[in-house]
């Protein structure tokens, strides 16, 4: 089992910068993939960035340009830089990791942590 727990939400005003910052524990072997989902009151949680063990990136397009996703395989953790925030970015965000062991991929969430937004 991995247990995966966010941290650095709050409240922030637009045009501004908040970083999340996830911590794996557990059974860490074999995690592959990293990354960050959200989700909005009343809409279906959405990729916001991943990141492979090889440091390979990928973006949802409406963050593109200021948000920037990073790891720690050392430390199994995984941060999100977010920049120039907007309030389309309020959201609950999850940490995620996926687990690879022989033919099987476990994926795992975190609680979520709240991410406002004010204009």
């Known amino acids: 089992q991995v247990q995966l727990v966010e941290s650095g939400g709050g409240l922030v005003q637009s045009g501004g910068s908040l970083r999340l910052s996830c911590a794996a524990s557990?059974?860490?072997?074999?995690?592959?993939?990293m990354g960050w989902f959200r989700q909005a009151p009343g809409k279906q949680r959405e990729l916001v960035a991943t990141i492979t063990s090889d440091a390979s990136t990928n973006y949802a397009d409406s963050v593109k340009g200021r948000f920037t996703i990073s790891r720690d395989n050392a430390k199994n953790t995984v941060d999100l830089q977010m920049n120039s925030l907007k309030p389309e970015d309020t959201a609950v965000y999850y940490c995620n990791a996926d687990q690879v062991i022989g033919i099987v991929t476990y994926k795992y969430w975190g609680q979520g942590t709240q991410v406002t937004v004010s204009s």
């Open positions: 557990g059974n860490r072997f074999s995690i592959s993939a």
